[in-house]
């Protein structure tokens, strides 16, 4: 199959989550939310790409324990372990894009407007949510942290004038800043108003940005 056609089974798949997300049809889900992360390696196994062997293998081993938090969270009691698995995917995601920077001549500059930005947005939400988090509080400010530095490891990654594809990637790291943001309020602030269908959506069109900007860098 083209690779192509996998990525649109993917969306076909997401699209589906979200319908059952909104019926409250969650035990369906197990058949729609579990099976997003392969479609996305399917995908990237697939594209005609002349990247690297180990830059697959960081790839993989972020979709890996993508796809391990996914099943984790659909179980509530199974939160933290979740968490942690989402932890180190974006861990495995740091090293795919830093991997890119440091071969990617010349080097790119720091941005530091974006590190100040960024620097300034997790210190701001984590002091907002830290009243209502308990004993979550340390586990929740390390996840913070990391997520934010992979987002940093993916602005910094690549020459915006000139490899536009990198802007698929940027948008997907954001949303996954959002969608975890998302998960965090409705948890531990306030149950927000479609959260569900946010929360999946903004998942989804983040990892589909990480994988398609990745394949497209090392198609050009």
Do not use: E
């Amino acid at each position: 199959m083209n690779a192509s056609r996998w990525l649109v089974l993917y969306f076909l798949t997401l699209l589906a989550d979200l319908i059952l997300i909104s019926l409250n049809m969650d035990g369906f889900r197990f058949a729609t939310k579990p099976l997003l992360v392969p479609l996305l390696a399917v995908y990237f196994l697939s594209a005609d790409s002349m990247m690297p062997g180990k830059q697959r293998a960081w790839m993989y081993g972020a979709l890996v324990f993508c796809l391990l938090g996914d099943v984790l969270l659909m179980f509530d009691h199974l939160f933290l372990s979740g968490l942690g698995c989402f932890l180190v995917g974006h861990v495995f995601y740091i090293i795919f894009f830093l991997t890119i920077r440091y071969s990617n001549p010349p080097v790119p500059h720091c941005k530091y407007l974006w590190v100040f930005l960024n620097a300034a947005a997790v210190i701001g939400y984590i002091l907002f949510l830290a009243p209502y988090l308990g004993t979550m509080v340390i586990p929740v400010i390390i996840y913070s942290l990391v997520i934010s530095i992979m987002l940093q490891s993916v602005i910094h990654a690549f020459h915006f004038r000139y490899q536009r594809m990198a802007w698929y990637c940027v948008i997907g790291a954001l949303l996954f800043v959002v969608s975890d943001s998302l998960i965090a309020l409705g948890r531990f602030y306030h149950p927000l108003p479609g959260g569900g269908q946010l929360v999946m959506l903004t998942y989804g069109l983040a990892q589909a940005g990480l994988v398609y900007g990745a394949v497209q860098y090392y198609r050009r």
